[in-house]
C-alpha cells in the first residue's frame, strides 16, 4: 500500500535519525549548522558543506539549507543597517551622532532577535524536528524538496 499523500509544504511525521554522510548524527549535524552561525562566516561555510556533501538526510539536508538561508537574511540586514547608518549620518555632526547610537541600538535588537531564532532553530533541530522558521522555512523545504 502507498503511503499516504503528503500535502505541499506539510512536514514528515517522523524525524530520520542514525549517522549521515558528513559521520555525525543528524541531529547533532543539524544543531551545528545554526550553532556556528555565531562565528561569522564559520556558520555559512559548515551548513554549505553539510548541505553538498549529504545526499540522502533529509533532515541535515533542511536545517542546512535553513542554516544557509539565515546566515544571508543576517548578512543582508547588517550590510543594510550599514549603508543605512552612512547615509543618514552625513551631515550635521550632532545629529549624525544620535543617528549612529539609534541604529548602534536598533542593530543591538534586530541582533537578540535573530540570536533567539538562532538558538530556538538549534533546539529544535538537536530534537530531530523539522522546524521552519518564518518565510525561509519554507523555501528550505522547497530547495531540499526537488
Same mark, same amino acid.
Given at each position: 500500500?502507498?503511503?499516504?499523500?503528503?500535502?505541499?509544504?506539510?512536514?514528515?511525521?517522523?524525524?530520520?535519525?542514525?549517522?549521515?554522510?558528513? /559521520?555525525?548524527?543528524?541531529?547533532?549535524? %543539524? +544543531? &551545528?549548522?545554526?550553532?556556528?552561525?555565531?562565528?561569522? @562566516? =564559520?556558520? !555559512?561555510?559548515?551548513?554549505?558543506?553539510?548541505?553538498?556533501?549529504?545526499?540522502?538526510?533529509?533532515?541535515?539536508?533542511?536545517?542546512?539549507?535553513?542554516?544557509?538561508?539565515?546566515?544571508?537574511?543576517?548578512?543582508?540586514? /547588517?550590510?543594510?543597517?550599514?549603508?543605512? %547608518? +552612512? &547615509?543618514?549620518?552625513?551631515?550635521?555632526?550632532?545629529? @549624525? =551622532?544620535? !543617528?549612529?547610537?539609534?541604529?548602534?541600538?536598533?542593530?543591538?535588537?534586530?541582533?537578540?532577535?535573530?540570536?533567539?531564532?538562532?538558538?530556538?532553530?538549534?533546539?529544535?533541530?538537536?530534537?530531530?524536528?523539522?522546524?521552519?522558521?518564518?518565510?525561509?522555512?519554507?523555501?528550505?523545504?522547497?530547495?531540499?524538496?526537488?
Amino acid at each position: 500500500m502507498a503511503t499516504p499523500y503528503e500535502p505541499p509544504g506539510a512536514l514528515p511525521t517522523d524525524a530520520p535519525g542514525g549517522k549521515t554522510s558528513v /559521520g555525525l548524527d543528524a541531529n547533532l549535524a %543539524s +544543531m &551545528i549548522c545554526y550553532l556556528t552561525m555565531i562565528c561569522c @562566516g =564559520l556558520g !555559512i561555510i559548515i551548513s554549505l558543506v553539510f548541505f553538498i556533501m549529504e545526499k540522502t538526510n533529509r533532515l541535515l539536508r533542511f536545517h542546512a539549507m535553513q542554516a544557509l538561508l539565515f546566515g544571508g537574511v543576517w548578512i543582508v540586514i /547588517g550590510v543594510a543597517i550599514r549603508i543605512l %547608518s +552612512m &547615509i543618514l549620518s552625513i551631515g550635521d555632526l550632532d545629529m @549624525g =551622532l544620535f !543617528i549612529f547610537w539609534g541604529l548602534i541600538l536598533v542593530r543591538i535588537l534586530i541582533a537578540l532577535f535573530l540570536l533567539i531564532f538562532l538558538i530556538l532553530a538549534a533546539i529544535k533541530a538537536y530534537q530531530g524536528q523539522y522546524y521552519k522558521l518564518p518565510i525561509l522555512g519554507d523555501i528550505a523545504w522547497n530547495i531540499v524538496n526537488k
